[in-house]
T-cell receptor, first 114, second 116 residues
């Protein structure tokens, strides 16, 4: 079966510090990968998606970036965090392109920028 | 472009009562629809999905949803609420086809409270 991991689970970072959140998927190959942010009272916002290694599409202009160095690894980064980057970050994978359309989510990372 | 509207940001029911969470979608082509549940500080869990097969879809934990094209609706129901159903529920839509890349558009969520 497939599993998706995210770490760290929680993170407290000062404004202006860098960020690196990691997501890995097990048990599948060539998944589509997605990063979402969930801010309080604002629903889920798609940040980035990837259909393959090195292929990243950005949905929202911001100071965040994403990379996919391996087939089942997706990294969310920032060089300098802003207060507005606080939120719950969720990674998801989908078998899209292999006949599936649903997404499966990781446990999330709670980021607090102070 | 597609969109999803969840009617009611908060729904409160008594334990054992019917649960009805409303979702309406807008799509220019036949959509694929999903319901997810989120417990506090956890990721989203897929409850059920509609992908153009049977219009009445059964999911986990006793939930089901019916796709009604004429009403552009995909409401979530459960005959008898349990305390463990208290959570936030999200309706989502995507489109079949090469340009969607499986991206989901989510509703704003409905928080379900279950009273003893």
């Amino acid at each position: 079966s497939q599993t998706i991991h995210q770490w760290p689970a929680t993170l407290v970072q000062p404004v202006g510090s860098p960020l690196s959140l990691e997501c890995t998927v097990e048990g599948t190959s060539n998944p589509n990968l997605y990063w979402y942010r969930q801010a309080a009272g604002r629903g889920l916002q798609l940040l980035f998606y990837s259909v393959g290694i090195g292929q990243i599409s950005s949905e929202v202009p911001q100071n965040l970036s994403a990379s996919r160095p391996q087939d089942r690894q997706f990294i969310l980064s920032s060089k300098k965090l802003l207060l507005s980057d606080s939120g719950f970050y969720l990674c998801a994978w989908s078998p899209w392109g292999q006949g599936g359309y649903e997404q499966y989510f990781g446990p999330g990372t709670r980021l607090t920028v102070t | 472009a597609q969109s999803v509207t969840q009617l009611g940001s908060h729904v409160s029911v008594s334990e054992g009562a019917l649960v009805l969470l409303r979702c309406n979608y807008s799509s220019s082509v036949p959509p694929y629809l999903f319901w997810y549940v989120q417990y506090p500080n956890q990721g989203l869990q897929l409850l059920l999905k509609y992908t153009s097969a049977a219009t009445l879809v059964k999911g986990i934990n006793g939930f089901e949803a019916e796709f009604k094209k004429s009403e552009t609706s995909f409401h979530l129901t459960k005959p008898s609420a349990h305390m463990s159903d208290a959570a936030e529920y999200f309706c989502a839509v995507t489109l079949a086809g090469g340009t969607s890349y499986g991206k989901l558009t989510f509703g704003q969520g409905t928080i379900l409270t279950v009273h003893p």
